[in-house]
Nanobody, 115 residues
Framework: QVQLVESGGGLVQPGGSLRLSCAAS????????MRWYRQAPGKQREPVAS???????TYRDPVKGRFTISRDNAKTTVYLQMNSLKPEDTAVYYC?????????WGQGTQVTVSS
């Protein structure tokens, strides 16, 4: 059984930084993609960034230049470094693991950007 556990969320002032982590455990093939999504109140869940096991990354426009996704393949852990945070970044952040026909989700971690 694959499990994902996110951590690192919290309350931060505008302009501040947070680093989210997502640790995956279980039977996971070496070739996979890990993604971060977020869901703000009253809105649909939206992708934020993704990274393949080979290190290729993609970012949505609103976070380009501010967020950095990275991973530690040995630990099957993905990180999201978030800098220059804005109030509109407030959301529950979820990580997703995808391989083959399977995808798994973490439980989410709350990020609140407010003064």
């Amino acid at each position: 059984q694959v499990q994902l556990v996110e951590s690192g969320g919290g309350l931060v002032q505008p302009g501040g930084s947070l680093r989210l982590s997502c640790a995956a455990s279980g039977s996971i093939p070496s070739i996979n993609t890990m993604r971060w999504y977020r869901q703000a109140p009253g809105k649909q869940r939206e992708p934020v960034a993704s990274i393949t096991s080979g290190g290729s990354t993609t970012y949505r426009d609103p976070v380009k230049g501010r967020f950095t996704i990275s991973r530690d393949n040995a630990k099957t852990t993905v990180y999201l470094q978030m800098n220059s945070l804005k109030p509109e970044d407030t959301a529950v952040y979820y990580c997703q693991l995808v391989f083959g026909y399977y995808n798994y989700w973490g439980q989410g971690t709350q990020v609140t950007v407010s003064s």
